[in-house]
């Protein structure tokens, strides 16, 4: 599974910026994905995880309410809406495919089997 990460910039506080995160290889929908961040010299953390169906969501506290995330089965594509973004959200953000067992979204970095290159998003004050 080849996973390609876009769409991040510099952009200002409070604006908007989506990135998206192309799948290829392998039944894409069949993966539970996630997005994770890592800030310059900081730990990976998690951001947020779809189920494969897309039904099922989950977040981390510090973006709750202002990301989501979605998925296109048809395009392979699995995407991450951020909004209101904050200089604390800068960071090289990360798409990653859970090929299972685990079916519900999670941020259990461990299980994670495929990761992306990574994608900078830039937030100035």
């Known amino acids: 599974v080849q996973l390609q990460a876009s769409g991040g910039g510099l952009v200002q506080a409070g604006v908007s910026l989506r990135l998206s995160c192309a799948a290829s290889?392998?039944?894409?929908?069949?993966?539970?994905m996630g997005w994770f961040r890592q800030a310059p010299g900081k730990e990976l953390e998690f951001v947020a995880a779809?189920?494969?169906?897309?039904?099922?969501?989950y977040f981390a506290d510090s973006v709750k309410g202002r990301f989501t995330i979605s998925r296109d089965n048809a395009k392979n594509t699995v995407y991450l809406q951020m909004n209101s973004l904050k200089p604390e959200d800068t960071a090289a953000y990360y798409c990653?495919?859970?090929?299972?067992?685990?079916?519900?979204?999670?941020?259990?970095?461990?299980?994670?089997?495929?990761w992306g290159q990574g994608t900078e998003v830039t937030v100035s004050s």
């Open positions: 990653a495919a859970d090929m299972g067992p685990i079916q519900a979204p999670h941020g259990d970095r461990y299980e994670y089997d495929y």
């Open positions: 290889g392998r039944t894409f929908d069949s993966y539970v």
């Open positions: 779809i189920s494969w169906s897309g039904v099922s969501t």
